[in-house]
């Protein structure tokens, strides 16, 4: 019997302790660095092609790459300052990508933006100014894949959509910047959820919120008693609840087919920040250049929430949290699920950076890897209904197109399969290793 | 209790010739016919079934060898040039000789060139760690040392080796199967030629960034400076994006080129030290000779214009 009445998604799922450290502390913005490092490519899409040279001098705001084809995103000076080296640098995904590094010089901002904090409500633009004005702002999804929200607004001929969801959830351990943002900037976020209704043509939003963040479900009533179109939904705390699939199962009950689109099933769902970021794009002209990122870990001095310009280096946010503790293991550029331990404290943050965690040793290390005992907790564990251990298996063995036709592609890599292993198998590993495989091939 | 002995023994033996009799009708009236050779073929190949030739076993192959009727696009690399002599001996057609190739291990960052920036703690494959991120040193070419290429080898021919963390290949144990190729997501195994005598050179580097980022990331990477294309008196020696490759077609083993690298890194195999020396000294002695030319000529010139001067001003 469950007493919490509150919906969730019913496939799967899993219950991390969630450790919110930070959520009591509010937005501080970060003093600008001396450099900052942006790289072109920080969303899914084609990179960026770079307008400026070395030398030159940008104000803040101004274009500095530009987007390459519909799926790319443009690039702006997140400081202003005197072009530096463009050259190849490490980033939070691990690799190597060019990158353009600017040494700053005052604050000089592009005059076209509106740095005025008055809220305004008055939605002048029409839906397909609204999608322009996103696209040339750079705007991509915060929550951590960093898809062109602008694509995401042009929903293909033949489908129609009739449900915008807005994804307050932040199910990951630890991360606070949503929960900040929601307590913080809720008339905004309101704004921006009509700018997205209007671009999109849809009657019906849905805010959902998971039930840990009681004090903004709670403005949020506040703020919507009178909307008619408008509502806001608690969830129950269950992880991977901010995958766009599940979101959608939680609070409408609709399944994505296999392969499919959100708007498939006639839903498009925006994440909060992006919905605060679109406000900012659309009512102030402001372009994407800095954005809320949770620095926290368990001995980290002030786990806090910092307002970063793109491109600032990590290590200035670890040193503004009181710097990086002795038994730290492990830095993680996202949650501690899906997030990616990074390489360099030089990594820039990028537009998809919601959070940086410190694991500590003790925590950081992986444990002895055993047999699998064929329990089947992944099953029960996977979100999108799959067998987590087969498909280790036949990617390990290379079998490919077996895991293909078990929808390997399917996998959301939420990391709920390798976290509830007994036997520490390193799963997802593998999974994204026949995942890459079979892009690899399609690309070929 | 006799009879049933009997009975039993008697039922059961007719039954069994009874058996034996239909199956020597249906093997004899089912028989697949298949080509006689495609077994003798099969005979002398090495039954390694490493799939190196590209088909998928010996038995495969021995098949495509026979319905092909031509050597021409078939070999096997780990019989080698003898065994090929023998297949086409088996099918009476003309052998074609190949040279015998080896796998080769293009990347020098052994642990003393190239520090580690972080530690990769996840699970002991580079094809997952070529998946997450670009490597445990700064170099984003070069070894990732977990050895996948090892585990693939059927023939024993490689081993890690723990002061490098670099993989070595045994020379007369390597088969040039390919599976190693194959296996490096970061493709450092190379397939090449193994050489007149066994004698080869390459350069072992693959690092294609500027020189100076290169050379911060590992001691001995290629930075591109062209000092051993500029040696290269047969173009063997090209330089693309930052980074030396010898053709070993058109390479001659002049040995010129090897001590031009600032770094060494350009890898000879089976050569002995002295030859590498001469071939340096004739080298310098040949740059010397030619600046010297190029001096007299530029002093014959000089003293030309000159006379042309002193002609003119005569005049």
């Known amino acids: 019997m469950r007493l919490n009445k509150h919906k969730t998604f019913k496939t799967g799922g899993i219950h991390p302790h969630d450790n919110k450290l930070s959520a009591q502390v509010a937005i501080t913005p970060l003093p600008l660095p001396k450099m900052v490092t942006i790289p072109i490519i920080q969303h899914i899409g084609a990179p960026a092609k770079i307008v400026v040279n070395r030398g030159d001098m940008v104000k803040t ?19 202003s300052g005197r072009v530096g080296v463009i050259e190849e640098v490490m980033d939070s995904t691990g690799f190597k990508h060019m990158a353009i590094n600017i040494r700053v010089k005052g604050d000089d901002w592009e005059e076209s933006i509106d740095r005025n904090d008055a809220l305004i409500e008055e939605i002048k633009l029409t839906p397909k100014e609204i999608v322009n004005r996103i696209m040339e702002a750079g705007v991509v999804g915060m929550g ?13 001929e033949g489908k ?41 043509g849809v009657q019906k939003a849905i805010i959902g919120i998971e039930d840990n963040k009681a004090d903004a479900i709670e403005i949020f009533q506040q703020l919507l008693k009178n909307e008619k179109h408008i509502g806001v939904e608690a969830l129950e705390v269950q992880y991977p609840q901010g995958g766009e699939k599940q979101l959608i199962q939680a609070l409408l009950n609709r399944e994505v087919p296999s392969g499919g689109l959100p708007a498939d099933v006639g839903v498009i769902v925006h994440n909060v920040g992006t919905t605060f970021a679109v406000y900012e794009a659309v009512q102030k002209n402001k372009p994407l250049l800095e954005r809320v990122v949770t620095v ?3 001995s980290v001095k002030q786990p806090s929430n910092f307002l970063v310009r793109i491109g600032t280096p990590v290590i200035d946010l670890l040193i503004a949290a009181g710097g990086v503790p002795e038994d730290t293991g492990k830095i993680v550029s996202g949650g501690p699920m899906m997030g990616k331990a990074i390489a360099d404290l030089d990594v820039p943050v990028a537009k998809g950076t919601s959070g940086i965690l410190l694991i500590p040793k003790a925590e950081a290390s992986r444990s002895e890897i055993y047999n699998c005992v064929h329990c089947g907790k992944c099953i029960e564990a996977c979100p999108m209904g799959l067998e987590p251990y087969r498909l280790l298996i036949m990617s390990k063995k290379g079998n490919n197109k077996r895991a293909k036709e078990e929808h390997i592609l399917d996998c ?19 999974i994204r290793l026949g995942k890459t495989q079979l892009k690899k091939q399609k690309n070929v | 209790m006799n009879e049933v002995i009997l009975y039993t023994v008697l039922s059961l033996t007719g ?13 004899k009236k089912f028989a697949v016919q298949e080509d006689e050779r495609i077994d003798k073929v099969e005979e002398v190949l090495p039954a390694t079934n490493c799939g190196g030739c590209g088909q998928p076993g010996c038995r495969a192959f021995a098949k495509a060898v026979v319905e092909a009727g031509t050597l021409e ?25 190949r040279d015998p190739f080896i796998a080769v291990v293009r990347c020098s960052g052994s642990f003393e060139y190239r520090k580690k920036t972080n530690i990769y703690d996840g699970e002991s494959s580079c094809k997952i760690a070529a998946t997450l991120y670009s490597g445990d040193t700064g170099c984003a070419y070069g070894c990732l040392g977990m050895g996948d290429c090892v585990d693939v080898c059927d023939f024993e021919a490689m081993y890690m080796d723990e002061k490098t963390g ?63 294309f500029e040696a290269c008196r047969y173009d063997a020696i090209t330089v693309t994006n930052n980074l030396a490759a010898i053709d070993p077609e058109k390479c001659t083993l002049c040995l010129e080129c090897v001590e031009t690298c600032d770094v060494r890194n350009i890898i000879t195999v089976n050569i002995p030290d002295e030859k590498i020396k001469s071939a340096t000294d004739h080298r310098i002695k040949m740059e010397e000779r030619a600046r010297k030319k190029k001096e007299e000529e530029k002093l014959a010139a000089q003293a030309a214009q000159q006379q042309n001067g002193d002609a003119t001003k005569q005049a």
């Not at chain 1, 705001?61 to 400081?79: D, L, P, R, T, W």
């Not at chain 1, 959301?412 to 593998?430: A, K, T």
């Not at chain 2, 493709?187 to 193994?194: A, G």
Request: proline share 5%; glycine share 8%.
């Open chain 2, 73 to 97: 696009e078939l070999h096997c690399p780990v019989g080698g040039n003898a065994v090929m002599k023998q297949v086409a001996a088996i099918l009476g057609i003309n052998a074609v000789e």
């Open chain 1, 296 to 298: 926290t870990g368990k």
């Open chain 2, 15 to 27: 039954l069994g010739i009874l058996a034996a009799a239909i199956i020597h009708l249906v093997s």
């Open chain 1, 160 to 200: 129609h959509v009739d449900h915008l969801l807005i994804n307050g959830v932040e199910c990951e351990p630890y991360l606070t910047a949503d929960h900040r943002v929601m307590l913080e900037k809720p008339k905004e976020i309101i704004v921006g959820i009509k700018i997205l209704m209007k671009a999109l």
């Open chain 1, 144 to 156: 951590g894949a960093a898809f062109p929200s602008h694509v995401k607004l042009s929903v293909p």
């Open chain 1, 412 to 430: 959301i890599e939420c990391g709920s399969c390798s976290f509830v292993c007994p036997s520490n198998r390193p799963i997802l590993d593998y």
């Open chain 2, 166 to 228: 670099l993989p070595v290949i045994i020379e007369d144990k390597c088969t040039a199967c390919n599976a190693c190729v194959k296996e490096c997501p970061k493709d450092i195994l190379e397939l090449w030629p193994k050489g007149k005598k066994n004698k080869r050179i390459y350069v072992a580097c693959l690092n294609e960034e500027k020189g100076s980022t290169a050379r911060k990331e590992c001691a001995v990477a290629c930075s591109g400076c062209a000092k051993c």
């Open chain 1, 61 to 79: 705001g101004q274009i500095i790459a530009k987007h390459e084809g519909f799926v790319s995103s443009n690039i702006h000076a997140s400081v």
